[in-house]
């Protein structure tokens, strides 16, 4: 319209005119360009999905408190394959691939170092296996909590092994220093290339995994397994 104003009021050269078509076609690509960029809108929630979605969820979180692993995996995949889009389908999806590992053969253990001790899993009947970083302020309460637990686990024959990544502000030192703070005895280990946590599918921190005869018999939250769920889970 400005462009059709200039030129009929005789009031532009042709260069002129030229130059503010460019300037405006330029500006319309950038502005198209910016629209192909930005996410589509979410899809409003459907209350009715949501509701149904939630009581699959609730279905699959009691199966998990009683450590029915197999219940558990088959409403967490119903709840994936028949809600993926509701909140709970998505949560289902990360929590799939923890309980997915249940019954699996366990991914060997791979370390780049030892900050103090060495271990295996033939070295116990049970291992425990927890990952953690020293930035993660769950994972600084959990591990002395462990660590205050490693001679009575031991009594029932389970051995704890830690293992970080030494990721974001952590450093060697600092790993090394809170060890040695908190007075933690058990094995601690630097994963070799984030091996452990991929073969674990560890996507948060704390995180831990029990092996028994070379297989995953659980998989969750260090701050779940109290004495009476790791009795449950050894002698099962």
């Not at 780049?112 to 295996?120: D, I, M, R, S």
């Amino acid at each position: 319209m400005l462009i059709l104003a200039l030129t009929l009021f005789g009031c532009a050269q042709k260069a002129d005119v030229d130059a503010l078509e460019a300037r405006l076609k330029t500006l319309e690509e950038k502005v198209e360009a910016q629209a192909a960029r930005s996410p589509a809108p979410p899809a409003p929630a459907d209350p009715v999905k949501e509701t149904a979605a939630n009581a699959v969820m609730k279905e699959a979180t009691e199966a998990l408190k009683l450590n029915d692993f197999v219940t558990a995996k088959a409403r967490l995949s119903a709840l994936k394959a028949d809600f993926p889009t509701t909140k709970a389908g998505k949560a289902a999806d990360r929590m799939l691939r923890e309980v997915g590992l249940v019954g699996e053969p366990a991914a060997p253990i791979e370390v780049e170092k030892w900050y103090q001790g060495k271990a295996t899993y033939a070295d116990a009947p049970v291992t425990l296996l927890v990952f953690w970083e020293i930035w993660c302020p769950h994972c600084k309460r959990e591990m002395p909590e462990l660590a205050k637990r490693e001679a009575d686990l031991k009594k029932k024959g389970v051995q704890i092994i830690g293992f970080t990544k030494v990721t974001k502000s952590a450093t060697e030192e600092s790993v090394a220093a809170f060890i040695k703070d908190e007075g933690i005895k058990f094995p601690m280990a630097k994963e070799k290339d984030a091996t452990m946590s991929t073969g674990f599918n560890v996507s948060g921190i704390p995180a831990a995994a029990l092996v028994k005869n070379g297989k995953v018999i659980w998989r969750g939250h260090p701050g779940k397994l109290d004495d009476a769920t790791i009795d449950k889970l050894i002698n099962g």
